[in-house]
């Protein structure tokens, strides 16, 4: 028995649910007498929604694919092998599941090395041999490819990447060594690192064959006959493969650097894999494969056994898995068909959300608001949008046509909302406001229309508590920019009913959003986890601490942006309405910042000015601040702030706001984009010791979101 064979049988044993993927061979003659030719098909016997992995059998089965077409190729029985995959996917990559199981270094390098020994052996045949990328292709699925002579990618090809930094991990089975040697240093880096660290952006065939990754491009209707006639062709001497000669000079220096830039730029150093992956690359500049290999196996095992890549896997799992079984949520069956929408108010907030019913539901949708000119902007803002969709070919001209006559505009409310089945109010954030605007709605809506309010702090039962049938009223809080942030709290009212918070839930399904269902407490989750974290940075500033030290703090977390750009995306009137809110609520957690406060009066729209190019602290806004005499340093700022957290999320937890730590988390991850490597906040916080130094106990189970016992 090979070594191969033992190091995959032993790793079988740890994982014994892995979906299996088989790798099937099978011979054909290629047309223009170019021989026959072995073809291997990946494919797990399930359909195109459970994509096929690689866990120790699956390599299993690959490795013995390979020993026949390589006894085949060492008789001269065939003149090349070819891989491809099951419809719409090839496959993408390590199984995570069997990942999250393993428990010492020694299975986590076995699991780097099994890959390895597998797939080098395409690149040892005795016949070239051809990746045909036909579908989806991720980590492993694309480094399988880059170990063949060549590759052909489909114009369909919807995704293709190499996430494992996003997760926590290094591309580890020939990724970060082969592809720099393929393409050239700077392109890996943007696969690798760039694509990687802005939220796993994939690429599409035809990029996939710009960058040089795929020597062919081909339809996807006839996708695999069409690679296998250019085989031939290729097999023939017909079409001969050139490759640009890769610069191993500075540029391979240069984009080193540059993949550093942008890790720190991300990540600020706090998460290990962009530069454990960048130091594999920058090793890879000599050619060396073989020690590039190594070094990947090295660490591969070293991330797989630390907290970055079991949160990274846990914050897949939420956004993958929780997010589409909301804990909660009432039988879907009793969710009410929606035919119509109507908006109150038609500013911008509501005019994107108009836009967001508008395409996914492509129902009718009608906006109001106090006067002709704003009912009049928001419609033309709508339709805007829809032009800017149809410039990029995302939609084409019946499309937008369509999409532009459903959507009007009306002063009217008994009009424009006597026919919907669900309205939804953005106005103003003032608890008097939005009784009147439900109380107009509700004498004009029919009996069964669902009443939602975009409210990101005030109670949704004290905005109901008026009406007649407060059981319809149900919270719906969307993020700003809300074509993009998908996350959606869903908040039931103490008399919301079923049927209504069903129909909310259904609704969101539809809008494609991540939906957790919230208590009606104080600013819901995400508002009050950021305004208590904000809120200690401001506390401390005004205590007397520097600005620059109290911001400066946070970057080991690795967030998306600092506290004070985040203030200034918010708007500092807003972070000073939440923070009033919650300081009614729970005055002994929540204050509100003189500073803060002076800054809105001011009409400052944020802390910094960008003369420079980089955020520097408004000099006018300085002149406003006024600070104390006790100066803390960024570790003493980071703990309390980091305990803050802990506390707040402790008695949430306690209040029953969310039904357990994971939806804390997974609201942080899709609604104010925590980094995937943190597992939303409460996995970090574990890790680092806060939540037992605060709250005498972790947030989650050992094993969840860490390396099991």
């Given amino acids: 028995m090979s070594s191969t064979t033992e190091l995959l049988k032993g790793a079988a044993e740890l994982f014994p649910d892995e979906v299996v993927t088989q790798a099937h061979v099978r011979h054909l003659d290629l047309p223009a007498g170019a021989g026959r030719f ?220 540059r993949g550093k830039a942008i890790a720190d730029s991300k990540v600020h150093g706090a998460a290990p894999a962009a530069y454990r992956a960048l130091e594999i690359i920058a090793a890879a500049k000599d050619g060396d494969l073989g020690a590039g290999f190594d070094a990947e196996d090295q660490a591969l095992a070293d991330l797989i056994m630390g907290g970055e890549l079991r949160s990274g896997i846990y914050s897949f799992n939420l956004v993958q898995k929780r997010a589409k079984r909301p804990a909660g949520a009432p039988d879907k069956n009793l969710a009410r068909p929606v035919t119509k929408v109507g908006v109150v108010g038609a500013g911008l907030m509501a005019s994107q959300l108009a836009l967001l019913f508008l395409r996914r539901l492509e129902v009718p949708v009608v906006l109001t608001d106090i006067d002709q000119e704003r009912v009049d902007k928001g419609v033309g803002y709508v339709h805007a949008e829809i032009e800017k969709l149809l410039g990029k070919g995302r939609i084409n001209q019946d499309k937008a046509n369509r999409l532009k006559a459903l959507v009007s505009g009306v002063l009217d409310k008994a009009e424009g909302f006597s026919d919907a089945d669900f309205v939804i109010e953005a106005v103003f954030e003032e608890i008097g406001v939005k ?67 069903a129909t909310a839930f259904g609704v969101a399904r539809k809008l494609k959003k991540t939906a957790v269902l919230v208590k009606d407490a104080p600013a819901f989750v995400v508002n009050r986890i950021l305004t208590r974290f904000m809120g200690e940075i401001q506390n401390v500033i005004d205590e007397g601490t520097p600005v620059e030290v109290a911001e400066k703090a946070i ?7 600092s506290p004070l750009v985040l203030l200034e995306l918010v708007g500092p009137a807003i972070g000073l309405h939440v923070s009033e809110t919650l300081n009614r609520a729970f005055p002994d957690r929540f204050t509100v910042s003189e500073n803060l406060a002076a800054v809105v009066k001011a009409g400052k729209r944020g802390f910094y000015v960008y003369d420079s190019g980089k955020p520097e602290l408004d000099p006018e806004v300085a002149a406003l601040l006024k600070q104390g005499d006790v100066v803390l340093s960024e570790e003493q700022v980071r703990d309390r702030v980091l305990d803050a957290v802990a506390q707040e999320i402790g008695l949430m937890l306690d209040e029953g706001v969310v039904a357990e730590a994971q939806d804390i ?13 943190l597992g939303g906040i409460t996995p970090y916080l574990d890790r680092e010791g806060v939540s037992e130094r605060v709250n005498g106990k972790k947030f989650l189970a050992p094993g969840v979101a860490s390396v099991p016992a």
């Fill in 665 to 677: 988390d997974l609201c942080l991850i899709t609604g104010a984009g925590w980094p995937f490597h």
């Fill in 435 to 501: 009784q009147q605007v439900f109380a107009e709605v509700e004498a004009v809506a029919p009996a069964h229309a669902i009443l939602a309010t975009n409210t990101s702090s005030l109670s949704v039962t004290e905005m109901a508590s008026k009406l007649k049938h407060p059981e319809r009223v149900v919270g719906f809080h969307f993020f700003n920019p809300v074509a993009i942030l998908p996350l959606l709290e869903i908040v039931r009212g103490e008399q919301t009913d079923d049927a209504s918070l």
């Fill in 38 to 257: 072995a073809l291997i098909t990946l494919d797990n016997g399930l359909d195109h929604t459970k994509p096929t992995t690689f866990g120790p059998q699956s390599l299993a089965n690959l490795n013995t694919a390979v020993d026949q077409v390589e006894k085949e190729a060492a008789e001269g029985a065939i003149t090349g092998v070819g891989i491809t995959g099951k419809p719409f996917i090839f496959a993408v990559g390590a199984d995570l599941k069997g990942v999250e199981l393993l428990k010492n270094h020694d299975d986590a390098l076995a699991i780097g090395k099994g890959g390895h020994d597998v797939f080098r052996r395409l690149s040892g045949l005795a016949v070239p041999t051809f990746a045909y990328y036909n579908g989806a292709a991720m980590g492993g699925g694309v480094e399988v490819g880059l170990h063949c002579s060549y590759r052909t990618v489909s114009k369909a090809l919807p995704a293709f990447s190499l996430p494992e930094v996003f997760l926590g991990l290094v591309p580890g089975w020939g990724g970060c060594a082969l592809l720099p040697n393929l393409i050239g240093a700077d392109r890996a880096v943007s696969v690798i690192i760039e694509n990687s660290l802005n939220q796993n952006r994939q690429l599409g065939g035809k990029q996939v064959f710009e960058l040089g990754i795929a020597d062919a491009l081909f339809d996807g209707a006839d996708f695999l006959e069409q690679s296998l006639i250019w085989t031939a062709n290729v097999l023939n001497g017909t079409v001969v493969v050139e490759r640009p000669e890769v610069d191993r000079g500075d540029a391979w220096d240069q984009a080193v650097a």
């Fill in 555 to 561: 970057e080991p977390l690795g967030l998306p942006m």
